[in-house]
């Protein structure tokens, strides 16, 4: 069922989707609406309506509701992570990790409606103040990604609603049902009805969304050819858009690095949530000199991976999500056979139960070059790709030399390197001795280059999407006084 309203109610197309379980396919969670533009277009109406009451709630009071939203997250996080798990394939301790991050952001959120700070600065005539505020914008469309389908949405969701916008969200036809749980715990916490919205669908409902006029502002989690097309339609309609798209990020480790920290990091890094994150480790630049020694011992690691459904006690990698990107992980490893070498997994698991589920073995490839397209592309699935380096300043630019710019790390004991790194590594975020994964929710995260267009989440930062400035001028002078002219 979509949510509008407060209410759930079939698409009007009355065609459904199934959700499917990636760890086994003959699990049916099931059906979605597959909703066309007649449903958007309710939803949204919906939003337009209730957003002229909301933004009037004060902020606080709109905090008070997101707080008990993390409450009720809390209470439901075990519930909510097996069921998120069974449509997504993540271990279960990673969708509690998941959830948590909604639960962070809520709690923050609320905590920033009491700020929300805007401005102020002198005037340059006598007996007038200048001040400027953030205003609430009217109806965000949010569309996501499923390999974070709490977290990600929480991070747009929570601080729209916070700044007094109302929401119609779009979920991954690959994640609807913890969307939906999603709207249920809004509703207990109080949201008032048409604040916020779920449609289900595929990329129909999605593009009506973007195309919808009393949408003002489009946030956008997942691939960079859907990005760059919403950004290019938002362009043409004048509509704000904020984009956080692919990643290929590098971790680096120095010869003078903890090695036992930096394979921790990289195990976790490349093959956690599968391989199936934006802040996925998939490039490992070593340095030569420990090159072979780490590589042996990373192999070592990543075959006693347990691999399994991620409700099973014991399984510490869960399936990829759906036979689309299974067979495009299968492509890239066939294109890392032709780059490199391949010295860990490189095919599907289909030991016993895992026949039934889209398994892949955590692979790793070597003797990969900066120009190859495994170091190049994003694969998004259990699969890192390994190049030497002789020197540091060599292993930043081959960093660097790469179309995106999400996560980076550094394995080093030397701080002036790590300091050089933090200046020069071309990413939105850079992690010094800890993996590329791992972002909090009070920290702006987002990319630059290809990976975004300039916005960040997470943080305050995230109010300059969800808010428009409006600046005041007060004039208690008593007569004309004219900028520019009078004061000169
Ligand atoms: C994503 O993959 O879209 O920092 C987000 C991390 C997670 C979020 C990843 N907290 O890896």
């Given at each position: 069922?979509?949510y509008?309203n407060n209410?759930?109610?079939?698409?009007?197309?009355?065609?459904?989707?199934?959700?499917?379980?990636?760890?086994?396919?003959?699990?049916?969670?099931?059906?979605?609406?597959?909703?066309?533009?007649?449903?958007?277009?309710?939803?949204?109406?919906?939003?337009?309506?209730a957003?002229?009451?909301w933004?009037?709630v004060?902020?606080?009071k709109r905090?008070d509701i997101l707080?008990r939203a993390?409450?009720i997250?809390?209470?439901?996080?075990?519930?909510?992570?097996?069921?998120?798990?069974?449509?997504?394939?993540?271990?279960?301790?990673?969708?509690?990790?998941?959830?948590?991050?909604?639960?962070?952001?809520?709690?923050?959120?609320?905590?920033?409606?009491?700020?929300?700070?805007?401005?102020?600065?002198?005037?340059?005539?006598?007996?007038?103040?200048?001040?400027?505020?953030?205003?609430?914008?009217?109806?965000?469309?949010?569309?996501?990604?499923?390999?974070?389908?709490?977290?990600?949405?929480?991070?747009?969701i929570l601080?729209?609603l916070?700044?007094?916008?109302t929401v119609?969200?779009?979920?991954?036809?690959?994640?609807?049902?913890?969307?939906?749980?999603f709207a249920e715990i809004l509703e207990e916490a109080g949201l008032p009805a048409g604040v916020f919205n779920?449609?289900?669908?595929?990329?129909?409902?999605?593009?009506?969304?973007?195309?919808?006029?009393?949408?003002?502002?489009?946030?956008?989690?997942?691939?960079?050819?859907?990005?760059?097309?919403?950004?290019?339609?938002?362009?043409?309609?004048?509509?704000?858009?904020?984009?956080?798209?692919?990643?290929?990020?590098?971790?680096?480790?120095?010869?003078?690095?903890?090695?036992?920290?930096?394979?921790?990091?990289?195990?976790?890094?490349?093959?956690?949530?599968?391989?199936?994150?934006?802040?996925?480790?998939?490039?490992?630049?070593?340095?030569?000199?420990?090159?072979?020694?780490?590589?042996?011992?990373?192999?070592?690691?990543?075959?006693?991976?347990?691999?399994?459904?991620?409700?099973?006690?014991?399984?510490?990698?869960?399936?990829?999500?759906?036979?689309?990107?299974?067979?495009?992980?299968?492509?890239?490893?066939?294109?890392?056979?032709?780059?490199?070498?391949?010295?860990?997994?490189?095919?599907?698991?289909?030991?016993?139960?895992?026949?039934?589920?889209?398994?892949?073995?955590?692979?790793?490839?070597?003797?990969?070059?900066?120009?190859?397209?495994?170091?190049?592309?994003?694969?998004?699935?259990?699969?890192?790709?390994?190049?030497?380096?002789?020197?540091?300043?060599?292993?930043?630019?081959?960093?660097?030399?790469?179309?995106?710019?999400?996560?980076?790390?550094?394995?080093?004991?030397?701080?002036?390197?790590?300091?050089?790194?933090?200046?020069?590594?071309?990413?939105?975020?850079?992690?010094?001795?800890?993996?590329?994964?791992?972002?909090?929710?009070?920290?702006?995260?987002?990319?630059?280059?290809?990976?975004?267009?300039?916005?960040?989440?997470?943080?305050?930062?995230?109010?300059?999407?969800?808010?428009?400035?409006?600046?005041?001028?007060?004039?208690?002078?008593?007569?004309?006084?004219?900028?520019?002219?009078?004061?000169?």
């Open positions: 069922m979509n509008i209410a759930w109610v079939p698409s009007k197309t009355g065609r459904t989707f199934d959700n499917v379980n990636p760890a086994d396919t003959s699990d049916i969670i099931g059906a979605f609406p597959l909703s066309s533009g007649d449903d958007v277009h309710e939803a949204v109406a919906a939003a337009a309506h957003f002229s009451s933004k009037l004060p902020a606080p905090g707080r993390g409450d997250f809390t209470r439901r996080k075990d519930e909510l992570a097996e069921i998120m798990t069974r449509e997504m394939g993540k271990t279960v301790t990673e969708t509690k990790g998941d959830i948590q991050e909604a639960i962070d952001t809520a709690y923050y959120a609320a905590t920033e409606t009491r700020r929300l700070f805007g401005y102020t600065a002198p005037s340059e005539m006598s007996n007038k103040m200048n001040m400027s505020f953030r205003m609430p914008i009217g109806v965000c469309g949010i569309i996501t990604a499923w390999n974070f389908p709490i977290a990600v949405p929480s991070w747009k601080p729209a916070a700044a007094g916008n119609v969200f779009k979920p991954s036809d690959d994640s609807p049902h913890s969307a939906n749980i779920v449609i289900h669908g595929n990329a129909e409902a999605g593009s009506a969304l973007v195309e919808h006029p009393q949408v003002r502002v489009v946030g956008f989690t997942g691939s960079t050819q859907t990005g760059k097309a919403i950004a290019a339609r938002c362009g043409e309609l004048n509509k704000k858009v904020s984009l956080e798209m692919g990643g290929k990020n590098a971790q680096i480790v120095m010869e003078d690095a903890d090695l036992d920290l930096a394979l921790d990091g990289v195990l976790w890094g490349a093959f956690g949530t599968t391989g199936q994150r934006c802040t996925a480790t998939s490039r490992l630049i070593l340095h030569e000199s420990i090159h072979d020694e780490f590589v042996g011992r990373l192999v070592d690691a990543a075959s006693k991976v347990v691999l399994g459904d991620g409700r099973k006690a014991g399984s510490q990698v869960g399936p990829v999500i759906n036979q689309r990107q299974l067979d495009k992980i299968l492509a890239y490893i066939e294109i890392g056979r032709s780059e490199g070498r391949c010295v860990a997994g490189g095919e599907r698991d289909v030991e016993g139960d895992k026949a039934n589920g889209y398994f892949v073995k955590p692979t790793i490839f070597v003797d990969i070059k900066p120009h190859h397209r495994m170091f190049q592309e994003e694969i998004f699935g259990p699969v890192l790709s390994i190049a030497k380096a002789r020197t540091f300043d060599e292993a930043i630019n081959m960093a660097n030399d790469c179309q995106y710019g999400l996560s980076s790390s550094l394995y080093t004991r030397d701080v002036n390197r790590a300091f050089a790194a933090i200046r020069d590594i071309e990413a939105g975020i850079t992690y010094i001795n800890a993996p590329t994964i791992g972002a909090e929710a009070h920290m702006p995260f987002g990319g630059i280059k290809g990976t975004g267009n300039g916005h960040r989440e997470g943080g305050w930062t995230v109010f300059d999407i969800f808010t428009e400035w409006k600046t005041v001028y007060v004039d208690y002078s008593g007569h004309l006084q004219r900028a520019q002219i009078d004061n000169y």
